[in-house]
């Protein structure tokens, strides 16, 4: 354990060092925001394309820090009944009959009771308040570009109070401020305003040696040859022209497949076959089977022999 | 450490200069954050000023441009230069290389030699346009009519259906309303409260050619481009010819025609061949991701010369339809009596528009104007116009 219990990381090495201890590789340009985040205590925003481990970084972050992940994640039309809590009108209207074979009821109790914690569903915004263990949540908001603008305009509330105020209930304050992480795919510009709040973060796809490491860490099957072909065949298949590129995870998944192949090496059949597991678009499919991938290969056994 | 502040002071209007919204509680903050991390590794101090200064992918590569040049003058902790130059060589380099355009504009009206100038002037114009002459064979004082009418030009690009609930007295009933309005009244149905999908205007993405062949519509089309932008709300903008460029803020900038001036003034350096299949594959792969969500109505405008592969073109505008509500080809070109869509551009793209009509005169925008608020909320409604 490199971080103690509740608090913040001494200074960027310790918190390179304890996500690290999570099997989540933070270079400096990473790091830096991410300690900048938890010393002002303001939320970290950070985009990049899609699997290049954004989510990721807020999962290291809650075991790194030992404390609960708390996830929203976001999609067109998300509201408040979904975001931070909603009554369970079923449960109320059940209490409701039951009472009502009850004599002598009280009615100003009975709508007291009804409106209590009891008939609460808490959704992810308002857990992240009510968190009530000695360090505070990591509350992660989940490709927010996905959200609507009038949600963005919720959430810029949200984030610079930590309230939420329930008509019946009154408002409730966190007592201690969650570690907030927003990512986004970057589909769309989210507003200045909100990001402005954030220390910013731009993450790119990993460079061949980061990728390296994290395939060596995360499939721990793959030979190390494999492991270096694998992960240069996937660097320089980025470079192609392609409508979507392969993210992290797609390495890690071909990486897995291979290994399940019993593959110590790259080649061209085998690439073929397993194709499917990089790209998910049949045009970059068809793009670049055949004699692309041969030239992709090629130039990938340079990069990994280097 | 005083150095230190006034060096970050000086390095954060280095950056507004350079066109980046930098505030000075971000700069507070990075103060207080450089004391933390130390200044020890160049590095470290360039993360921290980029995570606190910056919140846009786009200024990135501006930020990285002036810290270099900033810091690698003169060190991180000693100050004694001529801050102005300073400021200058920034915002000359920053510009120059990640393609900012200019802060201060001076409006070229008297020097120009081509008739742009005439545009720039603005002044009012007399003429009546006819609204069934060619664009291709309108005079400058029609083309300055028409400028106006098209900037002016009101649109409504019908209305698509969002995923977020609103009350409404008529549609489904809202259960969750009923419950918690009901709840309070012993559970008996009293009000039945209803609700419905909000609506929101439909997105519109515009693509137009701008090659030689072009030249004597590009013009026109383009006021037409920057009047729908301004217009219709959730608009974005393309120029192609060999190469694509998007557009979209400097056509829908509020301030006056000097954007669209600019424009056309530099529609000269565009000129050229037509790939369409190139400029939509780059559409498809670089912009495709962030500008059609929600399925927008695609506007191609071209007379569909395309001197690409045929091949590249069939298979991207296969890929654009598939993710827009309506593809629409607009093709000055047709309006002649005598055209018949033989090049092998066009006879690829028949294939797959939803709507191939003309834009050659007034009459044909009002036309399109009409059909486009007519449009079915469905992808790709039944009825074509070819």
Known sequence: MTLGPGSAPAS?????????????????ALAVPIYLALRLKRPLFLEGEAGVGKTEVAKALAAALHTSLIRLQCYEGLDVSHAVYEWNYPRQLLEIRLLETTPDLDRTAVARELFTETFLIKRPLLRALEETGDRPPVLLIDEIDRADEEFEGYLLEFLSDFQVTIPELGTIRASQPPVVVVTSNRTREVHDALKRRCVYSWIPYPDFEKELTIVTSKVPGASARLAREVTAFVQELRTADLYKSAGISETLDWAAALVALDREVLDADVIEETLGLLLKNQEDIDSVRGERIQTLLARAMDLAAR | ?????????????????????????????????????????????????????????????????????????????????????????????????????????????????????????????????????????????????????????????????????????QGPIDLRRILRRNVMRGGALVDLPRRVRREAPRPIVVLADVSGSM????????????????????????????????????????????????????????????????????????????????????????????????????????????????????????????????????????????????????????????????????????????
């Not at chain 2, 590569?61 to 810091?71: K, N, R, T, V």
């Not at chain 2, 932008?229 to 959730?234: F, L, P, V």
């Not at chain 2, 060999?242 to 400097?250: D, F």
């Not at chain 2, 551009?345 to 028949?350: C, E, I, K």
Request: hydrophobic residues 45%; aromatic residues 8%.
């Open chain 2, 1 to 169: 450490m005083t150095a230190l502040v006034t060096n970050l002071l000086l390095f954060g209007r280095v950056l507004r200069a350079a066109g980046l919204q930098v505030h000075h509680g971000r700069l507070v903050d990075a103060i207080r954050a450089l004391e933390w991390t130390g200044v020890g590794s160049r590095n470290d101090v360039r993360a921290v000023l980029r995570a606190l200064l910056v919140h846009r992918h786009d200024d990135l590569a501006i930020f990285d441009e002036a810290f270099d040049l900033f810091f690698r003058a003169h060190g991180s902790s000693e100050l004694n230069l001529p801050l102005f130059s300073l400021g200058e060589r920034a915002r000359v380099v920053a510009k120059r290389e990640a393609g900012v355009p200019p802060r201060v504009e001076v409006e070229d009206i008297a020097g120009g030699t081509s008739s742009a100038a005439a545009f720039a002037v603005g002044a009012y114009s007399p003429v009546e346009v006819s609204r069934s002459k060619d664009f291709g064979e309108f005079t400058a004082g029609e083309l300055e009519a028409a400028r106006r009418l098209l900037l002016r030009m009101p649109w409504d690009p019908g209305l698509r259906r969002t995923r977020r609930w609103e009350r409404a007295t």
């Open chain 1, 12 to 28: 960027v090495d310790a918190l390179q060092q304890a996500l690290a201890e999570e099997q989540y590789i933070a270079e400096r």
């Open chain 2, 215 to 386: 030249d004597r519509y590009s013009r026109v089309l383009l006021y037409f481009a920057c009047g729908l932008a301004r217009s219709a709300g959730h608009v974005e903008s393309f120029l192609f010819a060999t190469r694509l460029t998007r557009v979209t803020r400097r056509v829908a900038a509020p301030g006056g025609h000097r954007a669209v001036t600019r424009l056309v003034r530099e529609l000269q350096d565009w000129g050229g061949g037509t790939r369409i299949g190139e400029a939509l594959r780059t559409f498809n792969t670089t912009w495709a991701r962030r500008v059609m969500r929600h399925g927008p109505v695609v506007l191609i405008v071209s007379d569909g010369w395309d001197r690409g592969d045929p091949a590249l073109l069939d298979r991207e505008l296969a890929r654009v339809r598939r993710s827009c509500a309506r593809l629409i080809w607009l093709n000055p070109l047709l309006g002649s009596a005598r055209y018949e869509p033989l090049t092998r551009g066009m006879q690829m793209a028949l294939q797959h528009v939803d709507d191939f009509l003309p834009v050659h005169n007034l009459t044909s925008v009002e036309r399109l104007a009409t059909h486009l608020r007519r449009l079915p909320q469905g992808r790709h409604g039944t009825h074509r116009h070819v």
